[in-house]
């Protein structure tokens, strides 16, 4: 068993998943990876979550619950509000940039089109996020 906390990605596209996961296996990211398929998911994920993960990928246009509320969420529970959060998404909109900085998105990256910039970004931030970045120790609040 593995001391490491998971990662978990919320992600409704396929394919998108999939290339999400390869890309950090591809990057030795030994991190179990959950996956949320839908907003709501990730919130019963996120908020039950034991141990807290590493670092939430997010996208935003997500169904059932989008993305943005997602995070307002994450930020509004008293265990999972410093938790990193990463906007993963195809989104260019100006407007969901700045959502995401001030609902306290950890970072907002875009996915790349082409597969290969794709692979690399996710890479670089599975290595960031889970393994260079130090994870916020368990505070036990009595």
Not at 16 to 31: K, M, P, S, V, W
Not at 84 to 106: C, M, Q
Request: no cysteine; aromatic share 4%.
């Amino acid at each position: 068993m593995t001391s490491l906390r998971p990662i978990i990605l919320v992600e409704d596209n396929p394919d998108d998943e999939r290339l999400t996961i390869r890309a950090l296996r591809r990057g030795n990211i030994a991190n179990e990876i959950l996956v949320a398929h839908n907003g709501e998911e990730a919130l019963t994920m996120v908020l039950n979550a034991n141990p807290l993960p590493s670092v939430v990928l997010l996208d935003l246009k997500l169904p059932k619950v989008d993305g943005l509320e997602v995070l307002r969420q994450i930020r509004a529970n008293e265990r999972t509000h410093m938790l990193p959060v990463v906007v993963l998404t195809s989104s260019s909109e100006e407007r969901d940039i700045i959502d995401s900085y001030n609902l306290g998105a950890n970072s907002y990256v875009r996915k790349p089109v082409e597969i290969e910039k794709f692979t690399e970004a996710v890479r670089q931030l599975g290595l960031y996020w889970a393994v260079i970045n130090e994870v916020l120790p368990k505070v036990d609040k009595r």
